[in-house]
């Protein structure tokens, strides 16, 4: 078993990537799974998908290929899946709503216990089988269910507060949708979602494809 | 000027970190910024800011800084964002509802020219100035319209029928939000947001942080 911390971060996004192929394949009910079908079904090469599975050892064999299931709950202990992490929003717009209601989350280990607006009309509603709380309510909320991580789901200017409320009631990581950086104490972790981010990288492939597109 | 083709993904993105930072400084009324400011704003070492901007040539001077307003300009080509990208939506759910919402896609040269969805209720609905149009309009409207871009917020089992009718209308790219890998022709370009990647992404840091924690 690897250790996390010898990990990047491109190589545990593309462990995510094999995780999520690893358990259609379980549902299926198939037993094991090849470098080069696992590659086909993420994006990646065989020879990289190789590569980042050796450090698991001997699960896979040449000719037959991974165990699924062994494969499957190693990569859910390295990225830290065989726990159940407890999860706040803050925030129910449009945004906060989608996340709620995201099914696969707690299929995940994302189990929400609690969500949190300033809006006093939308304080009291229920989404996704969670009562929208009173922003007065997060520190106590957080502290009394031992959440470990919060979203955030807050317009650019109010985002920093939020997430110091969070960080001071025990909270050890946020993924943030605030399209602002947030200014955290070291050893918070937090992972930021920018659709802006997101759109200009597509407008740069569509460039990309294009500029090959005539090259060839 | 650099090709955008010979420029890697991680790099790029990057790249989009540093044109954001740099529009903030430009609001300030800025003119001159250290690699060390910019990096301390995107969270990159200022080695790898000095690397990744010294193909824009002679823009910055030892103990001045880039100018601002020159590294701007250069990094809105690279990207793509000295055009405006026409973009449609499918799916006018939570998701695809923030999307259109989301104040700084304008800003940012992405322009949404239509919006569609199947649910008989929604259509006619309007939504941040955009009316919903039913799914039988997009291809002729997307061909119409010219839109280059397309937005997938739909359900995972409807994506790849919306994706394939986007590309016949003349779609170059699409920012896909449904948790499925699409199928597409090559030469379409393809951005996935996955918000459980996002969140297992968190999961890792979080593990990461705290195994730091203990070995200090």
Redesign the interface.
Not at 78 to 81: I, Q, V
């Given at each position: 078993m690897p250790?996390?911390?010898r990990i990047s971060?491109?190589t545990?996004?593309r462990m995510?990537?094999y995780?999520?192929a690893l358990q259609l394949q379980l549902n299926q009910g198939k037993a094991a799974i090849s470098s080069k079908e696992l590659g086909d079904?993420?994006?990646v090469k065989d020879a990289q998908v190789r590569k980042d599975l050796a450090c698991f050892g001997s699960l896979g064999r040449p000719g037959v290929g991974y165990r699924i299931g062994d494969l499957h709950h190693q990569l859910r202990r390295?990225?830290?899946?065989d726990q159940t992490?407890k999860?706040v929003l803050v925030g129910a717009?449009?945004?906060g709503?989608?996340?709620l209601?995201?099914p696969?989350?707690r299929n995940?280990?994302?189990d929400f216990v609690a969500a949190f607006d300033h809006n006093k009309k939308d304080v009291g509603k229920k989404i996704a089988g969670l009562c929208i709380q009173p922003m007065e309510e997060l520190k106590k909320t957080v502290k009394q269910k031992h959440a470990?991580?919060g979203l955030i789901a807050v317009p650019p200017d109010a985002a920093n507060k939020v997430a110091q409320s969070l960080v001071s009631a025990g909270v050890?990581?946020?993924?943030n949708f605030a399209?602002i950086?947030l200014d955290l104490p070291k050893?918070?972790?937090?992972?930021n979602?920018d659709?802006?981010?997101?759109?200009?990288?597509?407008?740069?492939?569509?460039?990309?494809?294009?500029?090959?597109?005539k090259?060839v």
């Open positions: 250790n996390s911390d971060k491109p545990s996004r995510s990537l995780l999520r079904q993420t994006g390295l990225l830290g899946m992490w999860t717009g449009n945004i709503r989608a996340l209601a995201y696969r989350f995940e280990g994302f470990q991580m050890r990581g946020i993924l399209p950086r050893g918070i972790a937090v992972v979602v659709f802006t981010d997101a759109l200009e990288q597509l407008a740069f492939e569509i460039r990309l494809s294009i500029t090959e597109g090259s």
